[in-house]
């Protein structure tokens, strides 16, 4: 698509609007994938949905795990909102933003990413209290902590996500302004600027390494206590229950981990447009919707808890 940028340029000559890259020019192939996506998107937004509906109306899931499970499906819907949506338009049309409107995007995926990071580590630290410390777990991951975790998640991912999004945003952008990627998404962003843009590309990726790196280092320092912890416990039973409960939340932080920094941490060498979309439809659009999925399907509490929500429930005869 080649787009005439002066168009779209002020007095200054900074590029004012963008435009996406079409996945492909065969309809039939861009057709294909906005139907799996959305379908994709639906599932995970009503799998998310269902999961904080089914934490909130039951009041035996009114503990610290499931309290941060809410939390993080609230995280996972507006993940999926902030990108998705944008992504379905460019698959079927020549998507275009403004330069405030990519910031806003821009602020609220790093938002939400940057305070999943944050929420992990913080449900791992929970699943450390309750197996290496049950005798004071409710003193220690009262109400009160969880909702301090819990906003100290959602804080700095607002912090990261304003300053991230202020300093990419502070640049010139002379041109091209085609961006090739599903969405506002930090590198093809950077990659428009104008001029040598080494030193911000180091900030950016010195930024991104310690907002993944750090919390993951917590969540390894727990499972690595819990680790210890389990392997000393005398029975086997104790020994399974106290893994089960933590193999739910270990497959999402591999999944989210994981995608996240081949994503994110790889050397720009290594980076192309169509790699880069590949990785951006799982980390956005796949991983939202299994982590519903994980849970619902390995934790019997949720799952008689949806089908309370949904209605499923027998109920039994009321005898006069």
Not at 206 to 212: D, G, H, N, P, R
Not at 217 to 223: D, V
């Amino acid at each position: 698509m080649n787009l005439n940028c002066s168009l779209w340029q002020d007095n200054s000559m900074s590029v004012k609007r963008f435009a996406f890259a079409k996945f492909s020019e065969v309809t039939e192939q861009c057709f294909l994938l906005f139907t799996l996506i959305l379908l994709i998107f639906l599932a995970s937004l009503t799998g998310n949905v269902l999961i904080a509906l089914a934490i909130w109306t039951n009041p035996a899931l009114h503990t610290p795990m499931y309290f941060f499970l809410a939390n993080l499906s609230l995280l996972e819907i507006g993940y999926t909102c902030s990108v998705i949506p944008k992504m379905l338009q460019s698959l079927v049309s020549e998507a275009e933003e403004s330069r405030e409107g990519c910031a806003t995007q821009m602020f609220f995926f790093t938002l939400f990413a940057i305070s999943e990071c944050c929420l992990l580590a913080a449900m791992a630290f929970d699943r450390y209290m309750a197996i290496c410390s049950p005798l004071h777990y409710a003193t220690r991951m009262s109400r009160g902590v969880c909702v301090h975790l819990a906003m100290i998640s959602w804080g700095v991912g607002c912090i990261v996500g304003l300053g991230q999004t202020n300093y990419i945003f502070s640049l010139d952008f002379c041109g091209p302004c085609e961006i090739d990627h599903f969405f506002c998404d930090l590198p093809p962003i950077l990659a428009l600027a104008c001029g040598d843009t080494s030193h911000n590309e180091a900030a950016v990726f010195v930024v991104a390494t310690l907002c993944i790196s750090s919390p993951f280092l917590l969540i390894i320092a727990s499972y690595g206590r819990i680790l210890a912890a389990v392997l000393i416990m005398p029975s086997p039973e104790g020994r399974q229950k106290a893994l089960s409960t933590c193999s739910s939340h270990l497959l999402v932080v591999t999944l989210f981990y994981g995608s996240g920094s081949v994503t994110y941490l790889r050397p720009k060498a290594s980076h192309s447009p169509g790699v880069d979309k590949l990785l951006a439809l799982f980390y956005t659009v796949v991983t939202s919707m299994l982590n519903p999925i994980i849970y619902s399907l390995r934790n019997k509490e949720v799952k008689t808890a949806l089908r309370r929500t949904l209605g499923k429930k027998k109920v039994c005869p009321i005898k006069l």
